[in-house]
């Protein structure tokens, strides 16, 4: 559709021209925003520590280049590419590995997410889109997610994923074939980091479709098959992991989970407010199929495809998690997901005619997203500071030969390894190893 196809009533007016009101208004989201961001900084570098949580150590495993743990290897159900770029990259140039650096890159990327989701409000001024921004901040940088803020394989994962497939999506709503092969690149970095970024595929063909790029989509959906059967050749399912069609069998609790799963941005790491974030999935799927039905999708499909792709993804988790109980549904890591959702949900409930008219439902959703994220600091506060002493104290302990490293036996021969190899130093001071008791790894001691 061209703008010379568009109604009266649907045509974007002319940009306002700034005023001391907007100059205001665009001062104040903006200091919303810098507080967010702020406040999220300052958390991640309070409770960022230095040691490597479980799946991390798998890291230091194909650092030192450990049979079967190439850059395509796989490991759990994942083939994390771009989780490796990063461990690799901090190793490359520091000469070990830090994972607060690894944390600090994969938390990164929720500022191009922040970016690509506000690149997609409707036309306004400058204030008016500076103040439409604020809630997507807030409801991206939150302590919610503070499982995967605080530890370097979720940081690594869930949100340079996040970020390639919705880059994917900006490149394949208006597709030229340079815009596609990068839309291409960009979903096979999201599938190569978390196995449920192949829906980035999916969304792909259908803005493809949408846009009627058939000569596109052709090579776009061989390359997509390509990756699939390559990404399956020698796959094999971990052993702890329950079967993917356990949730088959029981449709309608698959379907509480998943509705738990959505709404998660609002369960507050209590399992008593199940029915809080079951309610919040209902109204957050009721907001895609209003998206869906109306039309505005149809002049630009990109939050359709970036809340499809969510809830797609979302599935998937269910089908790969159902089988671990409900527990599993509000674990911290995944509700990054939901609060996107969020933010999503609010640009398509903005009227399309111009932010101007929105500033109400701006402000509405603004304060909502404050009184959220406050509501929540208290709580992940205490988990944060909980994760950290007990990854501090079981390093510690674990130095002096007095317990395992959390995971599988071999886990403990690999840190050694890492440390022998100097790919990690032991960060002594911060999980307070005393001077007496000090070991020839830490931070700040020569090589053995």
């Known amino acids: 559709m061209t703008s010379s196809d568009a109604s009266p009533e649907t045509e974007t007016p002319p940009p306002e021209q700034p005023t001391r009101h907007g100059d205001v208004l665009a001062g104040a989201a903006a200091l919303v925003a810098l507080?967010?961001?702020?406040?999220?900084?300052?958390?991640?570098?309070?409770?960022?520590l230095d040691v490597p949580v479980e799946d991390d150590v798998e890291f230091l495993r194909f650092l030192l280049s450990d049979e079967g743990t190439g850059w395509l290897a796989l490991h759990n159900e994942h083939r994390p590419l771009v989780a490796r770029l990063l461990f690799a990259s901090v190793n490359g140039v520091l000469g070990h590995v830090d994972h607060r650096v690894v944390m600090w890159l994969g938390n990164a990327c929720l500022v191009g997410v922040g970016v690509l989701v506000a690149r997609w409000l409707p036309e306004g001024s400058r204030a008016d889109r500076a103040f439409a921004a604020a809630p997507i901040v807030v409801l991206l940088f939150t302590l919610q997610h503070w499982q995967a803020t605080t530890?370097?394989?979720?940081?690594?994962?869930?949100?340079?994923?996040?970020?390639?497939?919705?880059?994917?999506?900006?490149?394949?709503?208006?597709?030229?074939p340079t815009r596609t092969a990068l839309g291409a690149a960009l979903a096979t970095l999201a599938f190569l980091n978390l196995g449920a970024g192949v829906f980035a595929f999916v969304v792909g063909l259908g803005l493809l479709a949408h846009a009627r790029a058939w000569r596109?989509?052709?090579?776009?959906?061989?390359?997509?098959v390509l990756?699939?059967?390559l990404y399956f050749v020698g796959y094999a399912r971990p052993d702890h992991h329950p079967s993917p069609f356990a949730a088959l069998a029981s449709p309608v609790a698959a379907f509480d989970y998943l509705c738990t799963l959505v709404g998660g941005g609002l369960s507050f790491d209590d399992a008593s407010v199940g029915w809080l974030a079951r309610f919040a999935g209902w109204g957050l799927g009721v907001a895609w199929l209003a998206v869906l039905t109306g039309r505005r999708w149809k002049d630009d499909p990109r939050v359709l495809a970036a809340m499809t792709f969510v809830l797609l993804t979302l599935g998937a988790v269910t089908a790969s998690r159902f089988g671990f109980?409900?527990?599993?549904?509000?674990?911290?890591?995944?509700?990054?997901?939901?609060h996107l959702l969020m933010a999503l949900a609010f640009v398509a409930m903005l009227d399309a005619r111009g932010l101007a008219r929105s500033r109400n439902r701006s402000a509405a959703v603004l304060v909502a997203a404050i009184a959220l994220s406050a509501a929540s600091v208290p709580s992940a506060w205490a988990h944060m500071d909980e994760h950290r002493r007990f990854y501090a104290d079981n390093a510690r302990d674990w130095a002096r030969?007095?317990?395992?490293?959390?995971g599988p036996a071999e886990y403990g021969a690999i840190v050694r390894r890492a440390l022998e190899a100097g790919v990690w130093s032991f960060p002594c001071d911060a999980v307070g190893v005393e001077a007496g008791d000090r070991n020839p790894w830490c931070d700040d001691a020569e090589r053995p």
């Open 35 to 48: 507080s967010a961001i702020g406040f999220y900084a300052f958390a991640l570098a309070r409770f960022a």
């Open 151 to 176: 530890w370097a394989t979720g940081a690594a994962q869930h949100y340079p994923m996040l970020l390639c497939a919705l880059a994917s999506i900006e490149c394949l709503a208006r597709p030229t």
């Open 216 to 224: 596109l989509a052709g090579p776009f959906g061989a390359w997509a």
């Open 227 to 229: 990756c699939v059967v």
């Open 325 to 338: 109980g409900l527990d599993q549904a509000f674990d911290s890591r995944y509700r990054v997901y939901s």
């Open 401 to 406: 030969g007095e317990t395992m490293i959390p």
